[in-house]
């Protein structure tokens, strides 16, 4: 059964930065297109970045230029570098994999203070 860890969340000021990790078990990991969701109080879940097994990337507008999303298969890790937060990026984030994914992990709290 896949299982999946989010960490690397905080509280951080506007302008601030943050790494956040997912550590996938369970699953052939290099396969699957991984995707960073986030949802913040009282909106649906989104999806903000996703990438494919060889690398490939995409993002949601309201945070392209800003976030990265990469991965290492070996490690079987998907990150997300956050630079320039700002408050509206407030939320839990989650990794999954974009396509079927699997039961969600706890997630990460992401604050930025205002």
């Known amino acids: 059964q896949v299982q999946l860890v989010e960490s690397g969340g905080g509280l951080v000021q506007p302008g601030g930065s943050l790494r956040l990790s997912c550590a996938v078990s369970g699953s052939i990991f290099g396969i699957y297109v991984m995707g960073w969701y986030r949802q913040a109080p009282g909106k649906q879940r989104e999806l903000v970045a996703d990438?494919?097994?060889?690398?490939?990337?995409n993002y949601a507008d309201s945070v392209k230029g800003r976030f990265t999303i990469s991965r290492d298969n070996t490690k079987k890790m998907v990150y997300l570098q956050m630079n320039s937060l700002k408050p509206e990026d407030t939320a839990v984030y989650y990794c999954n994999r974009k396509y079927a994914s699997t039961s969600w992990g706890q997630g990460t709290q992401v604050t930025v203070s205002s």
């Open positions: 990438i494919t097994g060889g690398g490939s990337t």
